[in-house]
């Protein structure tokens, strides 16, 4: 465009069709040339602007960031109207040439949301809805953040939801968009709001008159008409079922299904069947919540209508009316009303003074109003496609912090914000090696340890302990590499030292095999049957205190060399039945103190013995005592000692008594 009038091309910023404000002034003053926006629900508007000045050394970066407005002017012939303003904030800005001795630039102005599209971070939330979660968010940019809330529904609280090495403005639109909000952008010339909805159908009507007229091929520029229209279809899915599993209730059916009522005509409603993975949706309430906001983004997509306009007041989240279009003006309102999901404006200033004063029209794509908005699921959740460790973590001064189920909770190494306490994140499943009803195997990670951490399906928010692993802070139990050939297992005594532990370790150094048992404490084994040792050369059994062994039926030892028993204090036997003992050899008794026998019935004596008995006492005296007599006997002779004081001595030739005094 040529531009060789520069003193009214200056002159005339404030009378044209377009006008910008920005931070400029004097020579460096920006004005408008032409101007390109694109805006609709759901999506970041972006403004493309053509720019002028006297001045061709502008410092590109005094531009960045700054806002500026945008000002449309209303048709003249429309009494009382009031500007339209497109109010963003610059996020490019290029010098581009010169055109009849003006310097020209170009310019993209977005919202102030897109700046979360420059930040990219990790972090957790807990515990908070979404609108929690964009509160907290969008308070990091409150210098420039101005939004509004606006959906009717309370929404429920997450437990545990990630960004994970994601741009804010990713995680923010992804998370509206599982919960079904859309949004849109309301401008004034001090600045531009966002808007969070979730019920389009409670949409406001445009600025000014909301009735359009169909004016096919008429140019009209004082009045807002519709000059071209046109109406699409497409085959969508009809039916969307769902299934989610939450392993606190595994038996649940965690299944809903539901059809589109959106009318496509005579074809198969086909269906989309997703599964949503663990804790995807914790009630049926809300699996159809869910289901009911895809079935109805299919549906808004389905049957759509476009068209151009001379309207100066079209905006995405209002509606207007089509009237005098032969396909809608005889059906009843609803079907006359249309909710803007798309608007492009394309506006130019002409700059000669016999050019007029510029041109503008805008193209749209609208749906039903009576048709529900919801956006598609657009921005993907980001995948963690591998394990990472983390470090077990629990409150101060413990060792071990689980619950009922044997979960814990973790700090990942990319979490700037946890403070390595029961607060770093949700509790964590724990993998077993074997996971039964009330049998298999418990290890608890201990606070402290290092840990292997998958995700299911990749989701950053479900995450799931695989394993420990050793640092330099936590070292093996045994050395290394020197005790390469041994394994097993240590614990650690709860808040005892490491000098209290239950250990099991195995030696495999060939002519070196062990197997190492230590039970800090006490150690209890129980053999519901039979139980068989086998030692195959020595055995040593110490035990530092008393032993109890209770057999509850017949015990036989059989030793086939020697055997040596050392009591070093008394000893006690007691034999409730027939007591036998057979010496093969020789057998000797000696005893230090007195001995007694004493028989409750008869006892034999040594008849039918081979080889000697003697009893012999060196230092008392042998005390034998009996209730009625005592009968000492050998071949034919015989003493009788009788209970009365009877004593008599029998023998058959001969019977001496001899003094040596």
Known sequence: MKMSDIAGFLSLQNSRLLTIKTPLAGRAELVLSDFQCSE????????????????????????????????????????????????????QFSHTGADGGLATYSATVQPWLWMLS??????????????????????????????????GRTLKPYSYCTQYRE???NFVLRLMELEGLFFYFEHA??????????????????DGLPSLRYASGEILEDEAVVTQWAAQRQLMSGAVSMKAYDYKVPAARRYVSGESDFNQGEV????????????????TDRGEELARFRLESLAASGKTFSGTSTGRTLAPGRYFELSAHYDHDNGPMHDRQFLLTNVRHHGVNNYQSNEGSGSYHASFQCIRKKIPFRPPLAHARPVIPGPQTAIVVGPKGEQIHTDALGRVKIQFHWDRIGQRNQGSSCWVRVSQPWAGGGFGSVQIPRIGDEVVVTFLDGNPDRP???????NAQNMPPWALPAGATQSGFLTRSHKGTSE???????????????????????????????????????????????????????????ITGARTQTIGADHTQTIKGAHKQNVAGTHAQVIGGNASITTTGPQPGAAGTVGDIEIQSSQGK???????????????????????GTIEISGPTHIGLNSKS
């Open 622 to 644: 042998i005390h034998l005592k009996a209730a009625t007599e005592i009968v000492i006997e050998v071949g034919a002779s015989v003493i009788h000692l009788k209970a009365d």
């Open 167 to 169: 741009t804010d403005l």
């Open 118 to 151: 420059r930040r990219v971070d990790s972090r957790i939330f807990q515990d908070k809805s979404a609108r929690d979660i964009l509160d907290e968010v969008f308070s990091q940019y409150s210098a420039l953040a101005s939004y509004e809330f606006r959906a």
């Open 268 to 283: 198969e409603r086909y269906e989309i069947y997703d599964y949503v993975g663990l804790h995807g949706f914790d009630s």
């Open 40 to 91: 609709g629900l759901s999506v970041l508007f972006d403004m493309r602007l053509g720019l002028a000045s006297r001045d061709p050394t502008i410092e590109l970066k005094q531009m960045i960031g700054q806002a500026v407005t945008i000002s449309l002017q209303p048709p003249g012939g429309i009494v009382g109207g009031s500007a339209r303003h497109f109010h963003g904030y610059v996020t």
């Open 464 to 470: 799931l302990i695989l394993s420990s692993v050793y």
């Open 189 to 206: 010339e001090d600045g531009h709001k966002l808007i969070i909805d979730d019920d389009s159908t409670r949409a406001k009507p445009i």
């Open 500 to 558: 209290n532990a239950n250990a099991i370790r195995f030696e495999d150094k060939l002519g070196e095999e062990e197997i190492w048992l230590h039970a800090e404490r006490n150690q209890r084994i129980e053999v519901e049957h039979d139980e068989s040792h086998t030692v195959g050369a020595k055995r040593t059994k110490t035990i530092g205190a008393d032993e109890i062994v209770t057999i509850g039926g017949a015990q036989t030892h059989t």
